[in-house]
């Protein structure tokens, strides 16, 4: 195929994804509840879900999967042997971390460093036998005080994200120097400083993003482990794509104090095969392998729904998006059913809560709970802010 045909493809899919921005997001809202269109707080909604939107385009017109479609069957043995093995069996202890680099860094007036370490999360037998295990350098963003021993709060990020904006976005500072958090910032594989290096994740192949998610899981409880003597309390929280990361290691990490998670998901490869939808017929193969029984039994590893949280209900957070159009809003509701605990809803979009201070306050009171040991005797509501 030519670069002018190339190009001519490309230039259609952007016109076509944009025009449909506005319609998608019309929709999205129409399906759900709570919109008043007429009002200051409909505008600020549709904007936000519009933004959903335009992100999920984005994804959908940069996002590179892989050549072919791998055969369906290709993913049975993986799948017979890590639904055989279950959660606690499939994700071995972790190597301890053994600091590779350290390197001393600013944002603006928030210093941090980044730390980098080779870490091998020596992955199931199948598994490893496709290419998708071995060591790789992982990254962790730091943000220390000097005295301690301190609070941590390990974050994991979502999707697209990794870089060092995310220092900002997540008011890391505030966190740090108000609050008085050390905090850590894993980058996970295929994210931020590590995005272009192997292994590639997430993308359409069902095996690649179990290991890649797996990957992550162990990465990061190495890195709870390494904060662990360092800390009075540790806390893990993620976002998006990365709640099901903090969700495994609140699991497998009996020593975790508490746990928040942001607009959360559920199955990556499910929720990727519904978002292929947005390309009609087009990519039906790589959906139809996604949402596959076998898939499913793949994924069982990585399940949030299927985990025993370690920290008690009065410290597990989960903060869910109202107009969510890319996570959705059946994941909150399953995880809270599953995991009882303090529940927030934002009245808004899955992107749009990042910007929330009302979510940010949610954050901010939870947080201060846990670093003083306070637990509230009172119970959770459901109720908008």
Known sequence: MSLATRSLGLTRDV????????????????????????????????GEVMLDELVLSGFSLLGAGPAAVRPLSDCAPAAEELSALGIDGAHR????????????????????????????????????????????????HLCRHRDGPRPWLVWVHGAGQGGTEDLVLSRIGHIHHALGFNVAMPVQPGHGCRRGEWPAYPDMDPLGNVAGMM?????VRAVVRWVEPQANT????????????AALVSHLERQIDAVALYTPILGLNAMIARHLGRWGSSRDGFRELLQSSEVSRLTSVIDPLAVDPAPPPERRLIVGAWHDRMAMREPTTALQDRWGGQLYWYDGSHVGHLFSRRVQRVTERFLTEVAVARIDDTDPTEAFE
């Open 15 to 46: 016109v076509r994804e944009l025009g449909m921005v506005v319609p998608r997001t019309v929709a999205g809202l129409n399906e759900s509840t709570g919109w008043a269109p007429a009002t200051p707080r409909g505008v600020r909604q549709f």
């Open 234 to 245: 540790v806390v893990v929280a993620g976002i998006s794509m990365g709640t099901p990361v």
């Open 93 to 140: 202890e972790p190597e301890p971390l053994r600091v590779q680099a350290l390197q001393r860094r600013r944002i603006g007036w928030l210093a941090y460093e980044r730390m980098t370490f080779e870490h091998d999360p020596r992955l199931p037998a199948t598994l490893e036998a496709d290419g998708v295990g071995g060591p790789s350098r992982a990254v962790v």
């Open 215 to 219: 990957r992550a899981v162990s990465e």
